[in-house]
């Protein structure tokens, strides 16, 4: 008997554990760009998990491969079908205007999910990683790893960011700018593409063969290869683009002892392995759990009225004005650290990598 009172306990204990934030349960819709990159298949997935958990009834739509007039259409059928909060990764953080202003007329908030939605008062809250943190790793990686400060001769880099809609890009390239900057004023870093603006160096919707394709153009116009022009670096806004500029170095003769460093973001399992075999040097893990974790809290403190938690309250205007922000914190992901990072912490399985 006494043994059977202590088992409800601990299950009521458990309940009230999960529901602590919960007390009411809401139709929530979840908006996300692609399932043709792993991260945003772990986003939508924990988050669906997460918040059904909480008690919620989730709407999870993903828009085709990027497609912006499918997402538009399917957060107008969130409007319309009755979602009490709707949680937007933006494909083109300037193409939901005027579809949000029907959120903004049913008073539903709206909670931007890892890109900010731009000029659009319709969104309450944003949550991402540290945008600006995530370029300083990526550039201060680079800066450590060819020790340019003790370094007398110049060397070789070319850049891979992301597209130009994503105002990610903006934030992930005055990070690394705010890092490498001095060094290409001072002639250590050379950029023999010419190539160095962020919309030179843009890659389409983050697509892997469109970086692929540029890097094997740069190759061949700058004469880059093992034996041929040296390139020291390349600085890859995420592990997609990454992926592609090693898949074009591999071809030119590149292998695992003379890489240039390239650096990565995500922790898509491909880049681990080739973190692994020594063809990619770092990435930066988002780890997508904490994230989603942060937006179910919100939800829930929306939903049950309570003040919604936020750590950053200056750096993200979208035009409409600041919009209250929590930043989870990005880490540099390597060779040295992926394990504990990664393995030990449960994100993958050692079988998977
Ligand atoms: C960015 C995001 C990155 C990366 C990229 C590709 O907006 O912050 O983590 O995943 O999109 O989808």
Redesign the pocket.
Known sequence: MKLKFSALAAAALAVTMFATTAAEAAKIGVSM??QS?Q??NQDGSNMKAMLEQSGHDVDLQYAGDNDIPTQVNQIENMIAAGNEVIVI?AIDGSALTEVLKGAKEKNIPVIAY??LIMNSDAVSYYA??D?TK?GRLQGQYIVDALDLDNKTEPVNIEFFT?PTD????NF?WGGAMSVLQPYLDSGKLKVPSGQTTKEQCATL??NLEEAQKRMENIISSVGYGPEDTPLAAVLA????CANGVTNALLATGYDNTNMPIITG??C?KPAVKNIVRGYQSMS?F?DTRTLAQQVVKMVDAIVNGQEVEVNDTTTYNNGTGVIPSYLCEPVAATKDNYKSLLIDSGYYKADEI
């Open positions: 760009p692609t990159l991260r945003w990764a890892d890109r991402t990683f945008n995530v992301g994503d105002n990610n890009v992930f919707n983050w806004q995420n592990d997609a973001q995500d898509d930066v988002k």
